[in-house]
Structure formats: structure tokens, C-alpha cells
């Protein structure tokens, strides 16, 4: 196992995950950040997803061949253990975030009319 590649595939899945994220659950601010626009703001979405599956795929690629090749002499001082808690943290986050935004009203339906209460237009 050449432990330097492994280490690389996983910090670009770690990274893609961490776009994941972003594109996921936090467009609204990001585009409000950037003043965008509604349109430009789905494409920072499709985007931000894209790159994620583009960077996430060639850091699977790169793991799996770091896990056939042959072990370099170097590669014994190379720890896997912090950017595998970091991968498990990312996972957790996003699980969390996901649990979260299914309870979490949208934004139309946070101030809803009460019966009896009138409209002013």
C-alpha cells in the first residue's frame, strides 16, 4: 500500500465532500454573499456538485490505485489515521446538516397567516 497516494485520494474525497456541503446547504449564503443572482445561484449549486463528484471520483481513483502499488521506503512515516477522523467528521457533518434541513421550515413557510389575521398589500 503506497500510503502517500491513499493520503491524497482521501484529502481530495475530504475535499469534495467539503463542496458537498457548501453547494448543499449553504448556496443561499453563499450567492447572498456574492450578490447573485437566482439563476447564477443554481449554477453555483450545479456546480459546486459537479466539481464535487469530478474532484471526489479522482480521489477515489487515487486511493484505490495508492492501495494496489507497492509501498515506497518513505511511506512508513506517512499517518492515515487524522484524515480519516477528518473524512468521518465531514460524513457526520453533512448527515447532521441533512437530519437538520428536513425539520428546518423552508423560507416560504416560516411566517404563515393565522386564521383571522389580514393581509395588508
Do not use: C
Not at 83 to 90: H, P, Q, S, Y
Not at 100 to 107: F, K
Amino acid at each position: 500500500m503506497r500510503r502517500r497516494s491513499v493520503r491524497n485520494g482521501m484529502r481530495l474525497v475530504m475535499a469534495a465532500l467539503i463542496l458537498i456541503v457548501l453547494a448543499s446547504f449553504y448556496h443561499v449564503q453563499l450567492s447572498d454573499l456574492l450578490s447573485l443572482s437566482s439563476t447564477a445561484e443554481s449554477r453555483l449549486y450545479s456546480l459546486g456538485m459537479f466539481w464535487a463528484a469530478a474532484i471526489g471520483g479522482y480521489g477515489v481513483v487515487v486511493m484505490a490505485f495508492g492501495l494496489v502499488l507497492s509501498p515506497l521506503k518513505n511511506d512508513t512515516k506517512i499517518r492515515l489515521l487524522p484524515i480519516v477522523l477528518g473524512v468521518f467528521a465531514m460524513i457526520i457533518l453533512f448527515f447532521y446538516l441533512f437530519s437538520s434541513s428536513i425539520e428546518a421550515p423552508t423560507r416560504d413557510e416560516q411566517r404563515r397567516v393565522r386564521p383571522g389575521e389580514t393581509i395588508t398589500i
